[in-house]
């Protein structure tokens, strides 16, 4: 009896989209059809076309599973009938919305329970699901679109899943979707235009699901390689590694690596510190926790791993990881030191690292900094001389064992020759000191191992003096012109670096962007200090870099910039007469970049001012011609009143109302000149206080004298109370309403609608009228514009200013956009008000 074979499990696949309406459904049922075409076996086990003509449509045709119709709390509810898809167990079946929940009762709590039972029985399932339901970005599509979603999914489902598409569709082209009714229905449109279907956030929804299917693709990518024993680097994503000593350059490399990674769209920051396998290595502890915390906010993760071999570990993590760049520092040791000791592990991770590009980055740690060479004191420095000592000492016995084994009568003159050019050398390496050294020390020599009598120092004739005073002499003529030759090279080297100092500081002057900062650390890395700070004749920080040193070593020059002269204060070791000129010159450089910096400061409050006097003339301008209406009115009115006395009682009543409406609009127009001026000198009266919308949006309503046939209003009962002053926010509203009443056709009634996105309350005006071209839009708040309105009855132009800055002084923003269809909508944004301490006032 053979066991019974257990049936294959189904494949899953899963159409993942950023928001509803961009086609998932649609999608799945074109592929069901292709299927089905295929002479594959394809039912509906559940679809849900939310009444959209074109998905319905793609239905026909295909076999659909009966669906089961359950009871919840007297509502009859649809779901899908698991039983009649096992009973009739189709190749492929269709469900839709793979994030459901169940009505209470059901087999299952969730849809995606009810699809592995079909996965499990060997049913290949084609689903859909939307980015906001997967339980890992929950969170984060709640502070992008403000809305909780209730029904989520764990990730490990979709993860298993044996094929995932992205159905994508760009925000724009959805939200044209929506505003041609394809998604949701005609009363529905402007609410979720104006809410979750906000381009911003379509925007972030389309991101967050391709960054989360490529990382998807990404650990199907590692999984691949490692079954297939694949062990180099596929560069499919850029991923920088960064290598921390925990030392001082630790900062300078992190954000090195960050730009290498934002320059292509998904990069990956990776910082890795290699400890040794005893812990004694030298690190700063408090070092690398800050450079961990710097690593999280640019966006990273922090790798601690264990090794003795500093290369091979770092390179063989940059290959675990799949890096493609692998940035360094340069080694902080001296050249002394790698002359010594080698090339180090900057040239060991080059060697080893393969097909990873490596960058090794320059600090101001770096042994060996670039910085102005110092030409005080010796022409050679004294690791020169030093080493000049060691040839000396090393090589002046060595040449002499080998001479003495092999000596004979005839090799006199090679000998001498041998113990000059050991001379020569050691003056070419180290100068005089080392050459005088190796001049009498080579002289005893040969006279105590090669001049007969041999192993005594004896001078038995004139010329042995002599030539001993010959080596003497050629020592020291080399050495006088090696001296002469390496202060000319430093005086060079000192010349070019700083013209290159001198260049690079006229270039920061020239382009004006944070040149005193700029100046300030070319100061600092030029003359090898450790701090440098700029400082106001009040004692402000203007720039500085680098750290002040402790026991105050310091050095003060004053800056000749104007009326308050500033103090440059250099921290390190004293400067030498060379650097003090130089210094002399960058602080001449510093001075006017700190008058740059000052008459590009004036100009920009000559720019305001310039400004205000076009706003002034523009005011005098709207104060000649509509102030001038109302004023000549009121004033003939009131002639007339005074001077004739035959007036017949409603020639009377007439003048009296002219004489009234005149006044009245007169008083309106000076109200509004005060409270734009009063907006403009930022000096409005704001009282804020919890408040809820409807109040002011009835007033404003009522204040117009419009009805239902004018403005519908769609308010959200349930909305929270925002923080603004009623009296402000309905001056707003009534300046809003009554331009989007002016401007709406005839036949048509201006929207006012609330609700809450996010922290804020927003209410929407909106009209169906002609709109304004999104190159205006910013021209429609400017003090005294009209858009092309030739009535003058309407005003100086100045209520949507006033609004505003109305909206603006409450914490909020007046933005216009787009009505789907044609016309303006008007979105007023307000805070919500803090809930109110409920504790204080139960003390109270």
Same mark, same amino acid.
């Given at each position: 009896?053979?066991?019974?074979? =257990?049936?294959?499990?189904?494949?899953?696949?899963?159409?993942?989209?950023?928001?509803? /309406?961009?086609?998932?459904?649609?999608? =799945?049922?074109?592929?069901?059809?292709?299927?089905?075409?295929?002479?594959?076996?394809?039912?509906?086990?559940?679809?849900?076309?939310?009444?959209?003509?074109?998905?319905?449509?793609?239905?026909?045709?295909?076999?659909?599973?009966?669906?089961?119709?359950?009871?919840?709390?007297?509502?009859?509810?649809?779901?899908?009938?698991?039983?009649?898809?096992? !009973?009739?167990?189709?190749?492929?079946?269709?469900?839709?919305?793979?994030?459901?929940? +169940?009505?209470?009762?059901?087999?299952?709590?969730?849809?995606?329970?009810?699809?592995?039972?079909?996965?499990?029985?060997?049913?290949?399932?084609?689903?859909?699901?939307?980015?906001?339901?997967?339980?890992?970005? +929950?969170?984060?599509?709640?502070?992008?679109?403000?809305?909780?979603?209730?029904?989520?999914?764990?990730?490990?489902?979709?993860?298993? !899943?044996?094929?995932?598409?992205?159905?994508?569709?760009?925000?724009?082209?959805?939200?044209?979707?929506?505003?041609?009714?394809?998604?949701?229905?005609?009363?529905?449109?402007?609410?979720?235009?104006?809410?979750?279907?906000?381009?911003?956030?379509?925007?972030?929804?389309?991101?967050?699901?391709?960054?989360?299917?490529?990382?998807?693709?990404?650990?199907?990518?590692?999984?691949?390689?490692?079954?297939?024993?694949?062990?180099?680097?596929?560069?499919?994503?850029?991923?920088?590694?960064?290598?921390?000593?925990?030392?001082?350059?630790?900062?300078?490399?992190?954000?090195?690596?960050?730009?290498?990674?934002?320059?292509?769209?998904?990069?990956?920051?990776?910082?890795?510190?290699?400890?040794?396998?005893?812990?004694?290595?030298?690190?700063?502890?408090?070092?690398?926790?800050?450079?961990?915390?710097?690593?999280?906010?640019?966006?990273?993760?922090?790798?601690?791993?264990?090794?003795?071999?500093?290369?091979?570990?770092?390179?063989?993590?940059?290959?675990?990881?799949?890096?493609?760049?692998?940035?360094?520092?340069?080694?902080?040791?001296?050249?002394?030191?790698?002359?010594?000791?080698?090339?180090?592990?900057?040239?060991?991770?080059?060697?080893?690292?393969?097909?990873?590009?490596?960058?090794?980055?320059?600090?101001?740690?770096?042994?060996?900094?670039?910085?102005?060479?110092?030409?005080?004191?010796?022409?050679?420095?004294?690791?020169?001389?030093?080493?000049?000592?060691?040839?000396?000492?090393?090589?002046?016995?060595?040449?002499?064992?080998?001479?003495?084994?092999?000596?004979?009568?005839?090799?006199?003159?090679?000998?001498?020759?041998?113990?000059?050019?050991?001379?020569?050398?050691?003056?070419?390496?180290?100068?005089?000191?080392?050459?005088?050294?190796? @001049?009498?020390?080579?002289?005893?020599?040969?006279?105590?191992?090669?001049?007969?009598?041999?192993?005594?120092?004896?001078?038995?004739?004139?010329?042995?003096?002599?030539?001993?005073?010959?080596?003497?002499?050629?020592?020291?003529?080399?050495?006088?012109?090696? $001296?002469?030759?390496?202060?000319?090279?430093?005086?060079?080297?000192? !010349?070019?670096?700083?013209?290159?100092?001198?260049?690079?500081?006229?270039?920061?002057?020239?382009?004006?962007?944070?040149?005193?900062?700029?100046?300030?650390?070319?100061?600092?890395?030029?003359?090898?200090?450790?701090?440098?700070?700029?400082?106001?004749?009040?004692?402000?920080?203007?720039?500085?870099?680098?750290?002040?040193?402790?026991?105050?070593?310091?050095?003060?020059?004053?800056?000749?910039?104007?009326?308050?002269?500033?103090?440059?204060?250099?921290? /390190?070791?004293?400067? $030498?007469?060379?650097?003090?000129?130089?210094?002399?010159?960058?602080?001449?450089?510093?001075?006017?970049?700190?008058?740059?910096?000052?008459?590009?400061?004036?100009?920009?409050?000559?720019?305001?001012?310039?400004?205000?006097?076009?706003?002034?003339?523009?005011?005098?301008?709207?104060?000649?011609?509509?102030?001038?209406?109302?004023?000549?009115?009121?004033?003939?009115?009131?002639?007339?009143?005074?001077?004739?006395?035959?007036?017949?009682?409603?020639?009377?009543?007439?003048?009296?109302?002219?004489?009234?409406?005149?006044?009245?609009?007169?008083?309106?127009?000076?109200?509004?000149?005060?409270?734009?001026?009063?907006?403009? @000198?930022?000096?409005?009266?704001?009282?804020? =206080?919890?408040?809820?919308?409807?109040?002011?949006?009835? !007033?404003?309503?009522?204040?117009?004298?419009?009805?239902?046939?004018?403005?519908?209003?769609?308010?959200?009962?349930?909305?929270?109370?925002?923080?603004?002053?009623?009296?402000?926010?309905?001056?707003?509203?009534? +300046?809003?309403?009554?331009?989007?009443?002016?401007?709406?056709?005839?036949?048509?009634?201006?929207?006012?609608?609330?609700?809450?996105?996010?922290?804020?309350?927003?209410?929407?005006?909106?009209?169906?009228?002609?709109?304004?071209?999104?190159?205006?839009?910013?021209?429609?708040?400017?003090?005294?514009?009209?858009?092309?309105?030739?009535?003058?009855?309407?005003?100086?132009?100045?209520?949507?200013?006033?609004?505003?800055?109305?909206?603006?002084?409450?914490?909020?923003?007046?933005?216009?956009?787009?009505?789907?269809?044609?016309?303006?909508?008007?979105?007023?944004?307000?805070?919500?008000?803090?809930?109110?301490?409920?504790?204080?006032?139960?003390?109270?």
């Amino acid at each position: 009896m053979t066991p019974e074979r =257990m049936p294959r499990r189904g494949r899953l696949r899963v159409l993942l989209g950023a928001a509803p /309406g961009v086609g998932k459904t649609f999608e =799945m049922l074109v592929e069901g059809r292709r299927l089905l075409d295929e002479g594959r076996d394809v039912v509906i086990a559940i679809v849900e076309t939310h009444e959209r003509a074109a998905t319905a449509a793609q239905t026909i045709g295909i076999p659909e599973v009966p669906r089961r119709t359950d009871l919840h709390r007297g509502v009859p509810l649809s779901e899908m009938d698991l039983d009649a898809v096992l !009973a009739r167990h189709p190749e492929i079946a269709l469900v839709d919305e793979l994030a459901h929940t +169940n009505t209470p009762g059901s087999q299952n709590a969730k849809r995606w329970q009810d699809v592995g039972i079909l996965l499990d029985a060997g049913i290949d399932v084609v689903t859909t699901v939307n980015v906001q339901h997967i339980e890992s970005l +929950n969170a984060v599509v709640e502070k992008i679109t403000g809305i909780a979603q209730q029904e989520t999914i764990p990730d490990a489902v979709v993860r298993a !899943a044996d094929e995932i598409e992205v159905v994508d569709l760009a925000p724009q082209s959805l939200r044209d979707r929506l505003s041609a009714g394809l998604v949701y229905p005609a009363e529905r449109i402007d609410a979720a235009l104006s809410n979750y279907f906000r381009l911003g956030n379509l925007t972030a929804l389309r991101e967050l699901a391709l960054l989360w299917l490529a990382d998807e693709v990404d650990s199907a990518l590692r999984s691949y390689r490692a079954d297939h024993g694949i062990e180099g680097t596929w560069q499919a994503r850029e991923r920088v590694v960064v290598a921390l000593t925990g030392g001082p350059e630790g900062e300078t490399l992190l954000r090195r690596g960050a730009r290498i990674a934002a320059r292509s769209a998904g990069g990956e920051l990776l910082a890795v510190h290699v400890a040794a396998q005893d812990g004694l290595r030298d690190e700063t502890p408090g070092a690398l926790a800050a450079q961990r915390s710097l690593v999280e906010s640019l966006g990273g993760s922090f790798h601690q791993i264990i090794g003795d071999d500093i290369p091979g570990t770092l390179v063989e993590f940059a290959h675990g990881a799949d890096a493609t760049q692998l940035v360094i520092g340069v080694s902080r040791r001296g050249r002394l030191a790698a002359a010594l000791t080698g090339p180090g592990i900057g040239s060991e991770v080059i060697r080893r690292s393969g097909d990873i590009d490596v960058h090794i980055v320059t600090h101001a740690a770096a042994g060996g900094r670039v910085a102005l060479p110092r030409i005080t004191g010796g022409a050679l420095g004294w690791r020169r001389q030093v080493l000049g000592f060691v040839i000396a000492l090393v090589v002046g016995p060595l040449l002499s064992w080998a001479m003495f084994a092999f000596r004979s009568p005839e090799s006199i003159t090679v000998e001498v020759l041998a113990f000059q050019l050991l001379v020569v050398i050691v003056a070419l390496v180290g100068g005089l000191r080392p050459a005088v050294f190796a @001049a009498v020390l080579s002289g005893i020599t040969l006279d105590f191992l090669f001049v007969s009598p041999i192993f005594t120092i004896t001078i038995a004739h004139p010329l042995h003096v002599l030539a001993l005073a010959l080596y003497v002499v050629i020592a020291i003529l080399v050495s006088i012109i090696v $001296d002469q030759a390496a202060r000319r090279a430093r005086t060079a080297q000192r !010349a070019a670096a700083e013209a290159e100092l001198l260049a690079a500081v006229a270039g920061n002057v020239l382009r004006g962007d944070n040149a005193v900062l700029a100046l300030v650390s070319r100061t600092r890395e030029a003359f090898g200090l450790t701090g440098v700070r700029l400082l106001a004749a009040d004692g402000e920080v203007l720039a500085s870099d680098g750290e002040p040193v402790p026991d105050g070593r310091s050095t003060t020059i004053a800056v000749d910039s104007g009326p308050a002269p500033a103090v440059l204060e250099l921290h /390190g070791e004293p400067l $030498d007469t060379p650097a003090r000129r130089l210094l002399d010159a960058i602080v001449a450089q510093l001075a006017a970049a700190i008058e740059h910096t000052d008459l590009r400061a004036t100009a920009r409050e000559v720019a305001a001012l310039a400004e205000t006097d076009q706003v002034r003339s523009a005011l005098l301008s709207a104060v000649s011609h509509d102030l001038r209406r109302p004023l000549a009115s009121a004033v003939a009115a009131i002639g007339g009143l005074r001077g004739a006395h035959s007036l017949s009682a409603s020639d009377r009543e007439e003048l009296l109302a002219t004489a009234d409406e005149s006044l009245a609009t007169l008083s309106s127009l000076v109200t509004d000149l005060l409270d734009v001026s009063r907006v403009q @000198a930022g000096v409005l009266a704001v009282s804020t =206080m919890r408040l809820d919308v409807a109040g002011p949006v009835l !007033a404003a309503v009522d204040e117009l004298g419009l009805g239902p046939s004018d403005v519908e209003l769609a308010l959200d009962a349930g909305l929270p109370a925002v923080s603004a002053d009623p009296v402000l926010l309905q001056r707003v509203l009534v +300046n809003v309403i009554a331009n989007a009443h002016r401007h709406s056709p005839a036949d048509s009634r201006v929207i006012v609608s609330t609700s809450t996105i996010g922290d804020h309350v927003e209410i929407r005006v909106i009209d169906r009228g002609s709109g304004v071209p999104a190159e205006k839009r910013d021209e429609i708040f400017q003090p005294f514009q009209r858009l092309g309105d030739t009535d003058n009855t309407t005003g100086l132009g100045l209520g949507l200013a006033l609004s505003r800055g109305f909206a603006e002084g409450m914490g909020g923003t007046l933005t216009p956009e787009d009505t789907p269809g044609g016309g303006l909508t008007m979105v007023i944004s307000l805070p919500l008000a803090a809930e109110p301490d409920l504790t204080q006032e139960e003390t109270e």
